[in-house]
């Protein structure tokens, strides 16, 4: 017969404690999920919803391409890839014989210009002392004028006086054929002198057309001075031009041009990349945009490093993405369906502490605003 076995009161008792340890850790596992909830929800209401946070983000910089602005062969390529450079450094030089020929060459013109424009001005001095000279000539000849019209009165008056004492015969025929010579000779003069005096006033007119003759080929000159000028001026820009120099401080990249390259005015042959002047574009949802405003600080967390960075909203898009792209969205055609767009928000960096990494452009970052405050100083 089996008989009946009486439980073990210490199995019994430790069974009691497992339980009693079971309640407690699961009353104190579900404490702390409510403390993490609670202390989370405080957060969330003290400061995580008023961040806005976007994955979507890079490092920019406003890069320029570097090309020649005229054309020619590749003398020398100053820069190696990835180099640091100054700005106005030297980083291409062309051939630059034929542009030191042209230079010579409108510098000559130029000087031919300047002997001609001064030759002109030489020949107006000369005129304006014709032109005096020829108003003391008309002085000279309305004087004689003057002087045969008084001696023609008096030959005049002579003749009428003979005639008078002919008529009573007391004067000889020579002295009367004397008197109508003189008389003859007198108003001969008389009308020469008026001839002259027209004379040395058509020549003054003659001098005065010449005047504006040679007042148009003194500009003539001067034009041609200028014209020449202008042509040096290209020449000696054109020669400096075989020098490309960097626009700003950066570093090199996409170093395409290679040494007795032929190369064209707009033909892409490096790049300057201003690192120093890197900035952030993150694309925020619009439904993000509600309280976000330029001035407002931001986190920013690098992919590439780890660390966060600092930095404030300098401005928002005033369009979508969409909006800007080669092929804009028409949603009045087909079938439609809504999508969140995002919007680029500029985000300016502040200065990086010394030793800080550099950031490039085309680095990921996870920018996060604080929507609560603006910086007055931004």
């Not at 957060?43 to 976007?54: D, E, H, P, V």
């Amino acid at each position: 017969m089996n008989q009946a076995v009486s439980p073990d009161p210490q199995h019994h008792l430790a069974q009691r404690h497992a339980a009693r340890r079971q309640r407690i850790l699961r009353l104190g596992l579900a404490g702390a999920v409510g403390v993490a909830l609670l202390a989370y929800g405080a957060y969330w209401w003290q400061a995580g919803r008023f961040l806005q946070q976007t994955d979507d983000a890079y490092v920019r910089a406003d890069w320029a391409p570097i090309s020649a602005r005229v054309s020619g062969y590749v003398a020398e390529v100053a820069v190696a890839d990835n180099a640091r450079v100054k700005a106005g450094d030297v980083l291409v030089r062309l051939d630059a014989r034929d542009f030191r020929d042209r230079l010579r060459k409108a510098q000559a013109r130029l000087a031919v210009s300047e002997a001609a424009l001064e030759v002109q001005r030489l020949r107006l001095r000369t005129f304006a002392a014709e032109q005096a000279e020829q108003v003391q000539a008309i002085a000279r000849a309305d004087a004689e004028r003057g002087g045969s019209r008084g001696e023609a009165q008096r030959a005049e008056a002579d003749w009428q006086r003979y005639q008078r004492l002919a008529e009573w015969q007391a004067a000889s025929v020579q002295r009367m054929e004397q008197a109508r010579a003189t008389r003859i000779q007198a108003h001969a003069l008389q009308r020469a002198a008026d001839a002259e005096l027209a004379r040395q006033h058509a020549h003054k007119a003659v001098l005065a057309q010449q005047g504006r003759q040679l007042e148009a080929q003194l500009q003539q000159r001067q034009a041609d001075l200028d014209q020449a000028r202008a042509e040096a001026d290209l020449a000696r820009s054109a020669l400096a031009d075989t020098e490309i120099r960097a626009p700003f401080d950066g570093v090199v990249g996409q170093r395409k041009v290679r040494q007795q390259q032929y190369v064209t005015p707009g033909l892409p042959l490096l790049a300057v990349v201003p690192v120093e002047q890197a900035y952030v574009v993150a694309n925020f949802k619009e439904t993000q945009l509600a309280h976000l405003h330029p001035g407002q600080p931001v986190t920013l967390e690098v992919d590439t490093f780890g660390q966060h960075w600092r930095g404030t909203v300098d401005s928002v898009s005033p369009g979508s993405g969409a909006v800007f792209a080669l092929l804009p969205p028409d949603n009045a055609t087909g079938n439609f369906t809504k999508i969140v767009q995002r919007f680029p928000v500029r985000i300016h960096l502040e200065p990086e502490p010394a030793g800080a990494p550099r950031l490039l452009p085309g680095m990921s970052v996870i920018a996060t605003v604080d929507t609560r405050q603006v910086r007055d100083e931004h």
